[in-house]
């Protein structure tokens, strides 16, 4: 029987000791289990490097989008994989890949599931705390987006029982304090491509849903890689307009304030004052310095098997899009 290990949040939205229970007893029916109780990101990181080290097969991640982002990047380029049992307000990644967001469902479909190498995104730079060294499954935001994060986490208690809709109402809050009326202090650059930005959102897979059930493209048509929108200028009718081609799949355009980056091998960003940056919505510090590279194959996910995941998930969202809205 295969090795597997979970952890657990307790304080995500959804967890509850039933649910532990049945999500125990539904993965132990196939999996060699042991369970952990992480006291911090820090700590998750630490337990799921070792079982990396001790060649266990499947570190499982109960909780939100945060204790997945640890896991990730205990495990990120070993032969161990991510199982993701939904616990959180809005488990982006799971969404992404297709995994069911009841955490009794996913430990029952895990069964079913197959080790599936998936891009990550490698952060690396300088921050003000020192060197960075990340991986991020879903997204990176360097500036506006990461500001919008840090304020959200002054109320943990209100990100968990609203989810997408006190993120929305945080970045409300934020442009009608001073970001509307901030320059630019990020230069973004790769391909030979420059461009000042208040905010550089990177987009790992395409779409993400960042906002509930609500897909979110920086492209019109999915990439074959990686994504990232520069915003050089943010106001109510700018950051409206950001939205609504996001979910309605427009393109961005530099007259709309952007500029747009996708299949690349290498984006570099410097701020100058120093931004906030964040990772799978986990603020990770201020940084001077920040570079992002695909790393195609660099983390093993147990998932549904799809032979083309990117562009497969990008026209099950739209039809699970088109459905909301026809409802």
Known sequence: MRSAVLIANPSASQFTG?????????????????TQWPVSGTDTMRHSEAAAEAGIGVVFAMGGDGVAHHVANGIAGTSTSLGLIPAGTTNVLARILGIPQKPRQAALAATEYVDTPTRVAKIT?????????RVATFSVGVGFDAAVVEAAERRPYAKLRFGGVYYASTALG???SDWRTRLPNLRIEAGGETYDALAALTQVHDPYTYFGRIPLHLVKDPPRGMATLGVGRLGYRNAT??????????????????HLWTDYDRISILADPPAPFQADGELLGTATEVTIEPIDDGLLI????????DVELGSQKDSASTDQHSG
Request: no cysteine.
């Open 18 to 34: 039933g649910l532990f229970r049945d999500v125990v007893t539904a993965l132990s029916s196939s999996y060699d289990l042991t």
């Open 125 to 133: 730079g300088t921050s003000l705390a020192g060197p960075i060294d």
């Open 174 to 176: 934020r442009l009608t």
């Open 241 to 258: 307009t950001l939205v609504s081609r996001a979910v309605l799949r427009r393109q961005h355009t530099e007259r709309s304030g952007t």
């Open 302 to 309: 147990l998932r549904p098997k799809a032979e083309q995941p």
